[in-house]
C-alpha cells in the first residue's frame, strides 16, 4: 500500500546550525513529493517538491535529497532560523486518485537561539 | 488573489448536529480537496474533486459529503456529527497538472461534544 512516514516526531537545533529532517515512503507512494512547513494554527505551506527523475533539489536555504534506492528522502534546511520553528510534513503525491497527498506524521522543529 | 478560504474558523457541535464547512478558491483551479488533521497526526483526504460536477471519496469519508457544483466553490457536510469528527478541517486545491503542488485554506477547527 501506499505510506509515508517521518523518522523522528521531534527535533531540536540551535539557532544558525543546519538541521535534517527525513522521511521515508513505501513501495507505490509516488513519483512526486513535497515537503510542506506547518506553524501553530495555520494550514500546511509549500516549502519544496521533487520529482522521481530528480536526485536533489535546491531552494532558498532548504535542499531536498531523495533515495530511491532505499525509498527515502530528506529535508537540510541550512542555517536555521527561530522563524523555522513548526512541524513540517513530507507527502507523496498519488497521482491516479486525483492527485491526493499520503502525509507522514510530521516532525516538530524547535529552533533554539 | 485570496486563494484558499475557510469558514468558519471554529465551530462547537452537539452530537447529531450537522453543519457545513465553506471552501473557496479564487485561482480558477480544477482540483480541491479535504483533509482532516488529527492532533499530533498528518493529514487525511476525506474527499476530493477534479472539477465541478465531479467528487469522489478518499480515504475516511464516513459521516462527510461533499458537492462541487462551481469550480470556486467545494462545501463538506456533516450531517451527523460524532465526537471522532473532532479534527481540524483543511480544504485544498491545484490547477490540474500532474506535479503542481496543493495550496491550502487556514483550517476550520471543529469540535463535537
Known amino acids: 500500500g501506499e505510506s509515508v512516514g517521518l523518522h523522528l516526531p521531534t527535533l531540536s537545533v540551535q539557532e544558525g546550525d543546519n538541521s535534517i529532517i527525513n522521511c521515508a515512503y513505501s513501495n507505490s507512494a509516488s513519483d512526486y513529493f513535497i515537503w510542506y512547513k506547518q506553524e501553530s494554527g495555520k494550514g500546511p505551506q509549500f516549502i519544496i517538491d521533487i520529482r522521481s527523475n530528480m536526485d536533489k533539489r535546491q531552494g532558498q536555504r532548504v535542499t531536498v535529497l531523495l533515495n530511491k534506492t532505499v525509498k527515502h528522502l530528506s529535508l537540510q534546511i541550512a542555517a536555521t532560523q527561530p522563524g523555522d520553528s513548526a512541524v513540517y510534513f513530507c507527502a507523496g503525491m498519488v497521482y491516479n486518485q486525483g492527485g491526493k497527498l499520503i502525509f507522514g506524521q510530521g516532525t516538530e522543529l524547535s529552533v533554539k537561539p | 488573489n485570496a486563494g484558499v478560504t475557510q469558514t468558519p474558523k471554529f465551530r462547537i457541535l452537539k452530537i447529531g448536529q450537522s453543519m457545513t464547512l465553506q471552501c473557496t478558491q479564487d485561482m480558477n483551479h480544477n482540483y480541491m480537496y479535504w483533509y482532516r488533521q488529527d492532533p499530533g497526526m498528518g493529514l487525511k483526504l476525506i474527499y476530493y474533486?477534479?472539477?465541478?460536477?465531479?467528487?469522489d471519496k478518499g480515504e475516511v469519508p464516513n459521516g462527510y459529503n461533499v458537492s462541487r457544483s462551481t469550480t470556486e466553490d467545494f462545501p463538506l457536510r456533516l450531517e451527523l456529527a460524532a465526537p471522532s469528527q473532532t479534527s481540524v478541517y483543511f480544504c485544498?486545491?491545484?490547477?490540474?497538472?500532474?506535479?503542481?503542488?496543493?495550496?491550502f485554506g487556514p483550517g476550520t477547527r471543529l469540535t463535537v461534544l
Open positions: 485544498a486545491s491545484r490547477p490540474g497538472a500532474i506535479y503542481n503542488e496543493q495550496f
Open positions: 474533486s477534479v472539477g465541478a460536477g465531479i467528487t
